[in-house]
């Protein structure tokens, strides 16, 4: 249905969980997020739906859902992903806001995971699951993230955050309502790492209010046009959030943040490689290695990022093969 005055009239018919949905020209894929949210089981929940000012065929999807008491649908002018998220946060009623991002997908148990999880821990103010990643086809790619929370560098701390945002993706997220309202929900004016700076701003609010979900509960779709492919703004965002950190906790910030800047860097790396920046790349990669090789050698990641960023040296049209041959692999190994 259309946004309108809310149908629920007593507190026990409010539903448990607000599910966030900003959408932006993703006709192809919204569909399917939206079916996921709804597919989940043992929780009552809202679907809120935010068309940030499509300009394909992304509203036409959504009507298809007007009808369904669960969905409500808001259309608003274009204000970028974190608009579109505190406009779903202002409409939201449920005492938990999980975020899916309209491409990515949710496991049918992810909700009721989280919410027992929070419900048992009431110092919880947000909690993650692992995710695997999938194509524009929905196909698995074989990249997926089971990192054990005893394993994050830094822990699962303001700390931890700063050093890598080991949720990985917003999808993966779910947060007390309350928690997101009290550190001002999402900044408007960064485009990328919007998820990032909120998680650090809620993490500062208390020790020990970070909690993993020890499952795969969510898809994250891998596309050429996301914003995450684009490292030079990725760069220029993770700056700003880390110093926006920094004016929150100055000394836990500046004890981490050469290991910071050398995980991302190794990040970034990874992100120029795969856009075939191979220049800024190499770059990227040798700036993480001789910032704090300490916080690389026993990263998987790294060594593997070092690995592709090497083989670029080969000629193009054998590095190229040599590239193809280890995505092929990874689907192969997906798919067995």
């Known amino acids: 249905m259309m946004d309108s005055e809310p149908t629920y009239l007593t507190a026990d018919d409010l539903p448990k969980v607000s599910v966030v949905i900003p959408a932006f020209n993703v006709a192809p894929y919204v569909g399917d997020a939206i079916r ?59 005492a938990f806001v999980g975020f ?14 989280h919410v027992a999880l929070m419900t048992a821990d009431p110092s919880i103010d947000l909690s993650y699951s692992w995710w695997h990643t999938i194509d524009d086809a929905s ?55 919007v998820d990032l700076d909120l998680l650090l701003r809620l993490a500062a609010r208390r020790p020990g209010n970070i909690a993993l979900v020890p499952e795969i509960l969510t898809a994250y779709r891998m596309r050429s046009d996301q914003i995450t492919k684009n490292w030079l703004l990725m760069e220029t965002n993770w700056r700003t959030v880390i110093e926006k ?15 910071a800047l050398a995980r991302q860097c190794r990040y970034l790396a990874y992100i ?12 990227l990669l040798a700036k993480a290695w001789l910032n704090r090789p300490s916080a690389l050698v026993r990263d998987r990641r790294a060594w593997l990022t070092t690995a592709a960023v090497i083989a670029s040296f080969l000629p193009a049209p054998l590095h190229e093969a040599l590239a193809q041959r280890v995505v092929s692999l990874r689907a192969r190994r997906a798919h067995a």
């Open 36 to 94: 996921s949210a709804l597919a989940q089981r043992g929780v009552s929940l809202e679907v809120i739906v935010v068309d940030d000012g499509s300009t394909d065929a992304t509203r036409d999807v959504l009507q298809a859902f007007a009808g369904d008491p669960r969905v409500r649908l808001i259309l608003q002018e274009n204000q970028g992903p974190s608009g579109s998220r505190n406009t779903a946060l202002a409409a939201a009623r449920g």
């Open 100 to 113: 899916l991002d309209a491409d990515d997908l949710w496991m049918p148990t992810k909700a009721a995971r």
């Open 139 to 193: 196909r698995p790619t074989g990249r997926s993230s089971t990192v054990a929370a005893a394993r994050v560098l830094g822990g699962l701390t303001f700390s931890g955050l700063v050093i890598e945002n080991f949720t990985g993706t917003a999808s993966t997220v779910f947060c007390r309502r309350d928690a997101v309202v009290q550190v001002g929900g999402f900044d408007p004016a960064l485009r990328s790492n």
């Open 245 to 259: 950190a920094a004016q929150i906790a100055p000394a836990e910030v500046a004890r981490v943040h050469r290991v």
């Open 272 to 283: 120029a490689y795969e856009a075939r920046d191979l220049y800024a790349a190499r770059r």
